[in-house]
């Protein structure tokens, strides 16, 4: 199940990958197989029950997790500062293997997304606060901001059903092939995107949905634009984005944080 919550703030942990080919060949045949993957995620997953497709995800987690590859070793890495030990704290190989379980959890779900009913889609969630966003959308636009947690394609799609819109941004992937199925399965939700090209016109495109009356969602713990402001974050100083804060001050609408899990 995914819960929703406005103004609240939920800790977060949670670990981001990106793997680099080494020759233009071999990013060809790995952009071909990520390619298949996908594919094979959106189009045949639902041949078999949901309860073997979890079953099947969980399997690659597990499998994924014992090879210990670099991303399992930075997500160690990541819990470790969070829970201000070591990363050889007995604690933090379970919970990392919990991390990746969750991770590939979200895959499968964001896989049978585009499938689901309404009723199974709303049914599935509850909402805690969002009267307080509802409120707010009665007298024009309003922003929110949260972290990579949960399931916020899941939390998107209902929230745009919920509330009657929602706007927000795609960070581009590769390949592209992939790319263009995750914004076809969000927009097929009811989600506005607009793609991330660095070619400016991102916040103007924003504060005229926030001024046209609708819901703009921004994720707030990640700087993808390197343009953020200093924060101290589990003891450390990082850069965190202020696009959501920048846009409620600039449009006068309210600010909401809020969490899916």
């Known amino acids: 199940r995914v819960g929703f919550t406005c103004c609240r703030f939920n800790d977060h942990c949670g670990s981001t990958h990106l793997v680099r080919s080494q020759t233009v060949g ?8 990520i390619d298949l993957v996908f594919w094979l995620g959106w189009n045949a997953l639902w041949l078999m029950p949901s309860r073997l497709s979890f079953y099947l995800f969980d399997k690659t987690a597990q499998i994924t997790w014992r090879r210990e590859v670099h991303s399992i070793k930075q997500l160690e890495l990541n819990l470790s500062r969070v829970l201000e030990c070591s990363p050889s704290d007995p604690r933090i190989r379970p919970l990392s293997l919990r991390a990746m379980q969750s ?3 979200y895959y499968c779900e964001t896989f049978m997304l585009s499938k689901w009913t309404d009723e199974q889609l709303i049914g599935r969630v509850r909402a805690d606060n969002s009267n307080q966003v ?3 959308l009665k007298s024009g636009g309003a922003v929110l901001t949260l972290p990579h947690l949960g399931n916020w394609d899941w939390a998107g799609a209902w929230a745009a059903r919920y509330f009657g819109s929602l706007c927000t941004v795609a960070e581009r992937l590769r ?45 707030g713990d990640r700087d993808v634009a390197r ?17 959501a804060a920048l846009l409620a001050l600039d449009t006068g609408r309210p600010l909401f944080t809020c969490a899916p899990w």
Request: aromatic share 10%; net charge positive; charged share 25%.
């Open 134 to 136: 509802v409120d707010a």
């Open 227 to 243: 343009s953020g402001m200093g924060n101290l974050f589990f003891g450390h100083r990082t850069s965190l984005q202020i696009g």
């Open 175 to 219: 390949p592209e092939g992939v790319f263009q199925k995750f914004l076809k399965a969000r927009e097929s939700r009811g989600i506005t995107l607009m793609p991330l090209t660095g070619e400016g016109g991102t916040y103007e495109y924003l504060r005229e949905h926030i001024n046209e009356g609708r819901l703009v969602a921004l994720l």
């Open 26 to 33: 071999a990013k060809s045949l790995k952009s071909r197989l």
């Open 103 to 105: 991770y590939m959890r």
